[in-house]
């Protein structure tokens, strides 16, 4: 057990902290606010002075564009990215889901073909998993690819697949054998949304936001060589990424909870509760050191699934506790929050009294999300239920 | 970084889990229990022999140079067996504090025959209305190097044989059988830490040093006795898995129905959060001083509540087994109610971490270590 960094972790957090300072760049306060497409564009250049400055792909091969560097440095990545108040990266799915699947489970060919355009943000990813009678019980998915020659052939229809409205691929993942249990007859695919017969719908939230969409597919034709694993033992690959979402993909958000956290102490000595600032006040106290205690925690058992990583190579199971305890904390904090600001905390960013500019009402109604996305909670109590702990299965 | 534990201290978890085991089985902590003395001496001396009274002191005083760390590893173990008897009071406690704050000829005298197993002890602290971190409200009074007082809530008093007693500004050691001293049992929740009441009247005492050098030496006590907590959440959670695996209703494992398999996924949130806390804690009182205060509350509080509800949750999924005498739940939901309040409840450590994290911004950490 050693929590300092070593010799080369230190030296690798120096060399970013400096880059990050030169090049994060001084608008992005302002442009925070622009509307979701051009805001996007704004992250995907951001993302391409990343990769030319070294700095996308961390943990990922060198030969693809990576740094060939660990998991603990991708890990500083992310932390020093939110310290430094960057902006974050345009292919969120892409480097946190999807590359990884390519790493553990593409061909050579997929690797040389797909990874540095993820890196670089030429190509921007998205995940088909979801449809609209296969949520939870993903495996029972209908979406079906058909064999013709050297291609599959696609039909069917994803839903809540975010960025699907800008995404140029999708890892779906598709039935070719209807005629095996559900989990058997599963491929997963890297398919090119220019492809013709596919149609994008966005889906609005109730955050008024549309990240998410509809993806409908007649008759796309995606090439054999895009099968990612073999064929019918998709399912594999699938939780493979599903792993990832859930084991890894929390880290850069501990350092945004704690920057959120700073926030509400800073408001919490600014704003008034009976004729004293509210950081007087016991239960506010109460309140914000119970918040500001879990995300310590978290980070503490980021930490350690991290390390376990390191040690093992690929997330496991009881990845699940991290994305419940992020989930949820997430929600607790932002309820705090609304408490904290009284009737000000759901002024939207339109209101002119609004306090962050909207951002503690559009965080809470964004909260609610967070225990659905990524599987539920409900979905990953079952998890840590039957996998973690051995208990028989509950459905 | 590297936050899992080496070999070494794989090895050194790994043995004192066997070590319990064999030498402090549950039939005989229940036995204890229900004779009402939680103090075994043939325990004692083999818990000295294997060196773990001497564990993170000095070697010069007989101890074994250890880390905050390797304690933590060490009570873990001990929570999971739910070692009775005076050793969190005579090591993580008195022997931790005289370490702090005693001179090397006091320690000599006081630590050496803990570290050797001879000398048993325990911190007398709070009295009636003067709770945990209020040790400058206490009424005990020194006049003339003797002191009068009554302190409470002391664990392990019967059986040391000296005491240390934070008095006034100064910390003190009194001899347990000195004039003045009337230790009373205080009979309460835990069965396997007995607490007591000592009165001191006009009892000479030896000044050991200041209260102040108390902060980190009850830091570390805390962070120890959070490990302890985290092995006793550990217990109960694997005594609640196997329970809902074997117990069948409406013809199948309880275990398969998910409002009791998703007790047992908490449980295992809850105990493995705690874990990451303690771990920290114990980590940072060696390695990082300006996190610890911080890092020990953190902890404190968590498991705090976490002990409590992972407690309740085993006993609701043990169903009626689980609020039977015969049953070992309650031995270790007893000891957790017990430590939920010890070295400060849940409230007591968020309003230390609002101290220290609220009112003086500039000690917050500053990214990662
Ligand atoms: C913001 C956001 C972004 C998303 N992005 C994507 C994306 O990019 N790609 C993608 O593929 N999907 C995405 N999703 C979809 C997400 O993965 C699903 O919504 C989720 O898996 C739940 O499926 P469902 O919505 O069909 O709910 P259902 O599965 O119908 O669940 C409804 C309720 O029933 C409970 N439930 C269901 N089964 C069980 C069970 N066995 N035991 C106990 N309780 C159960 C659930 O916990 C839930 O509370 C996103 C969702 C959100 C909210």
Redesign the interface.
């Known amino acids: ?6 010799a080369e ?1 230190q030296q690798f957090r120096d060399e970013l902290r400096g880059w990050l300072k030169a090049n994060v760049p001084a608008d992005w306060s302002a442009k925070r606010e622009d509307p979701l497409e051009t805001r996007f564009e704004y992250l995907r250049t951001w993302q391409r002075k990343l990769f030319d400055g070294g700095w996308a792909g961390i943990s990922w091969p060198k030969e693809y564009g990576g740094r060939g560097a660990s998991l ?1 440095q991708q ?2 990545f992310w ?2 990215m939110a ?1 430094a108040d960057a902006p974050p990266m345009a292919n969120v799915l892409g480097l946190g889901l999807i590359g990884p699947t390519i790493i553990g489970f593409g061909t050579n060919a997929h690797k040389q073909r797909y990874l540095s355009k993820i890196l670089n943000a030429e190509e921007i990813w998205c995940q088909g998993f979801s449809e609209p009678n296969a949520g939870s019980d993903l495996a029972s998915l209908q979406t079906s690819a058909r064999r013709e020659g050297d291609f599959y052939v696609v039909n069917g229809q994803k839903t809540w697949t975010s960025y699907g409205w800008i995404a140029d691929w999708c890892e779906v993942v598709v039935r070719t054998d209807p005629n095996v249990p559900k989990h058997k007859g599963l491929t997963v695919m890297l398919l090119d949304m220019k492809t013709p017969g596919i149609s994008v719908r966005p889906l609005r939230q109730m955050t008024g936001e549309s990240e998410f969409s509809e993806v409908f597919f007649q008759d796309v034709r995606v090439p054999v060589e895009n099968v990612v694993g073999e064929v019918n033992q998709g399912w594999e690959v699938a939780l493979g990424t599903l792993m990832h979402e859930r084991g890894t993909f929390g880290a850069g958000l501990q350092i945004l909870y704690r920057r959120n956290m ?1 926030r509400l ?1 800073e408001l ?1 000595h600014e704003l008034e509760r009976d004729g004293r600032p509210a ?1 007087q006040d ?1 239960l506010v ?2 309140k ?3 918040c ?3 995300i ?2 978290m ?3 980021q ?2 699934a ?3 990583i ?2 093992t190579g690929v997330p496991g199971p ?1 990845g699940s ?1 991290q994305k ?2 992020w989930s949820e904390l997430n929600q607790r904090v932002q309820q705090v929050a609304q408490e904290l600001l009284g009737p000000y905390a759901q002024l939207a960013s339109s209101s002119s009294d609004a306090v962050d500019k909207g951002a503690w009402a559009y965080g809470y109604l964004r909260s609610r999300g967070n225990t659905i996305e990524a599987g539920t909670s ?1 979905i ?3 998890i ?3 996998f ?8 | 970084m590297q936050f899992g534990l080496s070999e070494s201290q794989e090895i050194l978890k790994d043995n004192a889990r066997k070590f319990f085991a064999g030498e402090c089985p549950l039939n005989h902590v229940r036995k204890l229990a229900e004779t009402g003395s939680t103090y075994d001496a043939d325990l004692w001396s083999k818990m000295a022999a294997q060196g773990f009274t001497g564990i993170i002191f000095p070697e010069e005083y007989g101890g074994m140079g250890m880390s905050a760390v390797d304690l933590s590893l060490l009570m873990e173990e001990a929570g999971r067996a739910l070692v009775p008897g005076p050793f969190f009071a005579t090591v993580a406690l008195a022997a931790t504090v005289i370490n702090a704050v005693a001179t090397d000829a006091q320690k000599k005298k006081y630590l050496a025959p803990i570290c050797s197993g001879e000398a048993r002890s325990t911190l007398a602290e709070i009295e009636a209305g003067a709770g945990w971190g209020a040790r400058a409200e206490g009424k005990t009074t020194v006049v003339n190097g003797r002191l009068t007082g009554e302190k409470l809530f002391v664990p392990a008093a019967d059986v040391a044989d000296f005491l240390v007693v934070a008095a006034g500004s100064g910390v003190f050691a009194v001899q347990r059988n000195a004039p003045g001293v009337s230790v009373t049992p205080m009979p309460t929740m835990d069965l396997t830490r007995s607490v007591y009441a000592v009165r001191l009247d006009n009892t000479p005492a030896e000044k050991l040093g200041d209260a102040s050098g108390m902060e980190r030496a009850t830091d570390v006590a805390t962070a120890a006795l959070v490990a302890e907590m985290v092995g006793g959440m550990q217990r109960i959670l694997d005594m609640t898995v196997e329970y809902a695996k074997t117990r069948k209703q409406y013809g199948k494992a309880i275990g398969a129905f998910q409002a009791v398999q998703h007790q047992c996924a908490d449980m295992y949130l809850e105990t493995e959060s705690s874990r990451s806390a303690a771990y920290y804690a114990a980590w940072a009182l060696d390695h990082d001083p300006a996190q610890a205060a911080t890092a020990v509350s953190i902890a404190k509080m968590y498991a705090s509540d976490a002990c409590r509800t992972v407690g309740n949750r085993g006993v609701q999924v043990h169903g009626g087994m689980g609020f039977t005498w015969e049953n070992d739940l309650h031995l270790y939901y007893r000891r957790a109610k017990a430590s939920e309040t010890m070295l400060g409840d849940a409230t007591f450590h968020r309003e230390r971490i609002a101290r220290l994290v609220i009112d003086a911004p500039g000690a917050r950490p500053q990214g990662v270590h």
């Open positions: 057990m050693d929590l300092n960094m070593t972790e603990m890990v500083i932390q020093e310290l700073e102490i919490s950081a016991p106290r109460q914000l050191a119970q500001y205690a879990e310590e925690i980070r503490l058992n930490m350690r991290f390390s376990r390191s040690a009881e506790i419940i305890f409900e990953q109590r079952n840590i239920g039957h973690v702990l051995g208990l028989p299965r509950s459905y």
